[in-house]
């Protein structure tokens, strides 16, 4: 069975600071792998994916992952956050059944 | 693109009652999924559609529990029977399968079993 950890469950941070969100997953075959982020009174948006290629992806609002294989991890991060960027962000792992695995989420806020 | 929607948004209601919740996907996805949200949690996978055919069913869904999508447009989720632990965030996510199946998600019912 596929699991997802997101070790961070809040993180406060001050504008302009940067930003790194841990999420590591285990899973036995190729993995499909996401962010979805959760602005507060809204749904659940896609921020980036990663499928197959360049291990560094670009999402929207300047954010980025990188996939490592080898420590099966798909760190977000972005050099530097806005007020804007308080919101909920979730990671998540699909297989080959393509439903989503989604971890416990981190609450990110930034104070202005 | 009118996005995923769902309705109702919020439902309220007593132990013992049944309920229904409806999704409307992004118009030319195939797929269809929904999953359960509780208070500081990731969603939980219960079941997908692909067009009118339920692929797959999570343990998470008691016999309580049980899906349609008629003419592999629309879906509903009726619950039989609400329980107190039933109260959650319903969300509905559908997606176009083929190449990367990106699934893109509605707003959610939120149900609340007094």
């Known amino acids: 069975a596929q699991s997802v950890s997101q070790h961070n469950h809040h993180v406060i941070l001050s504008e302009a600071a940067s930003l790194e969100l841990g999420c590591n997953y285990s899973?036995?075959?190729?993995?499909?792998l996401f962010w979805y982020v959760q602005y507060p009174g809204q749904h659940l948006q896609l921020l980036l994916k990663y499928f197959s290629g360049d291990p560094l992806v670009k999402g929207i609002k300047g954010f980025e992952a990188e996939f490592i294989k080898s420590k099966f991890s798909f760190n977000l991060r972005k050099p530097s956050v806005q007020w804007s960027d308080t919101a909920e962000y979730f990671c998540?792992?699909?297989?080959?059944?393509?439903?989503?695995?989604f971890g416990s989420g981190t609450q990110l806020t930034v104070l202005p | 693109d009118t996005g995923v929607s769902q309705n109702p948004r919020h439902k309220i209601t007593k132990r013992g009652q049944n309920v229904t919740f409806r999704c409307d996907p992004i118009s030319e996805h195939n797929r269809l999924y929904w999953y359960r949200q509780t208070l500081g949690q990731g969603p939980e996978f219960l079941t997908y559609?692909?067009?009118?055919?339920?692929?797959?069913k999570s343990r998470l869904l008691s016999d309580r529990f049980s899906a349609e999508r008629p003419k592999g447009s629309f879906s509903t989720l009726e619950i039989q029977r609400t329980e107190q632990g039933d109260s959650a965030m319903y969300l509905c996510a559908s997606s176009l399968f083929e190449g990367t199946d990106t699934q893109y998600f509605g707003p959610g019912t939120r149900l609340t079993v007094l």
């Open positions: 899973y036995g075959g190729t993995v499909n």
């Open positions: 998540a792992v699909s297989g080959s059944a393509r439903q989503l695995t």
């Open positions: 559609f692909q067009n009118e055919a339920q692929l797959e």
